[in-house]
Nanobody
């Protein structure tokens, strides 16, 4: 019933910016937890950012804090990830995830999310 789809990935030079979009349908968007994860080749899926529900704080991993900004657009049932000051180590497939509202301690756990997009590739070059 719930469908999640990401877009906006691409190739960007180091220090540049990129905005990822995620559209969610079939769920109670404003009450649900939305998150971004990423996975580089040979690496575990890594938490990037999450928001428990509309109007609450957004949480970020230490590796992206201060550079990435996650936002929600209730009118469009969408979330975004604005990525600034990109580094080559940010290169990964980025995934959007959705679940019924999660407690804060569970936000960074991939196995807690039931709905996932197929991912969008972000490549950062020198």
């Amino acid at each position: 019933q719930v469908h999640v789809a990401e877009s906006g990935g691409g190739l960007v030079p180091a220090g540049g910016s990129l905005r990822l979009s995620c559209t969610a349908s079939g769920g109670t968007f404003n009450q649900n937890t939305m998150a971004w994860f990423r996975q580089a080749p040979g690496k575990e899926r890594e938490f990037v950012a999450a928001n428990r529900r509309t109007g609450e704080n957004t949480y970020y991993s230490d590796s992206v804090k201060g550079r990435f900004t996650m936002s929600r657009d209730n009118a469009e049932n969408a979330v975004y990830l604005e990525m600034n000051m990109l580094k080559p180590e940010d290169t990964a497939v980025y995934y959007c995830a959705e679940n019924r509202r999660l407690i804060i301690s569970a936000l960074g756990m991939p196995h807690m999310y039931n709905y996932w997009g197929r991912g969008t590739q972000v490549t950062v070059s020198s």
